[in-house]
Each structure stands twice: as C-alpha cells, then as structure tokens.
C-alpha cells in the first residue's frame, strides 16, 4: 500500500521538486532521481540513484 500511494503521489508531481526522507533504500531506488545522504550530521553531496548504490560513500555502505 505505501509503495502505490507513493508511486501515485510521484505519478501526480511530475516535473515537480519532492523531498522524499526514508530509511527505505528500496523506496529510494524506486523513486528518487538524486539521493543525499545524511549519516552521523554529515550531509554527502547529492549523487544519482544508480550511481550511489553502486558506487556508494563509505558511510552509506554501512547501511546497504
């Protein structure tokens, strides 16, 4: 049930800026262009979807 309200809220803001805040990588993966991650008071640069699960910063590989 979150994933289609989610996927119909995303669906509706087309061209439309949403700041999504998750623990749920997968909710992440499935909607999010960019992910800034935050970990111990530290903001990480912005980085693409794929990019940061494949490649992701030290700090996040803890959460992976």
């Known amino acids: 049930k979150k994933r289609d309200l989610l996927d119909e809220v995303i669906t509706k803001k087309k061209k439309k800026?949403?700041?999504?805040v998750t623990h749920d990588t997968e909710d992440a993966k499935a909607f999010a262009d960019q992910v800034i991650f935050v970990a111990d008071g530290q903001?990480?640069?912005p980085m693409g979807v794929a990019e940061i699960f494949a490649n992701p910063p030290a700090a996040f590989k803890d959460y992976l």
Do not use: A, C, P
């Open 17 to 20: 800026t949403i700041m999504m």
């Open 43 to 45: 903001v990480h640069d």
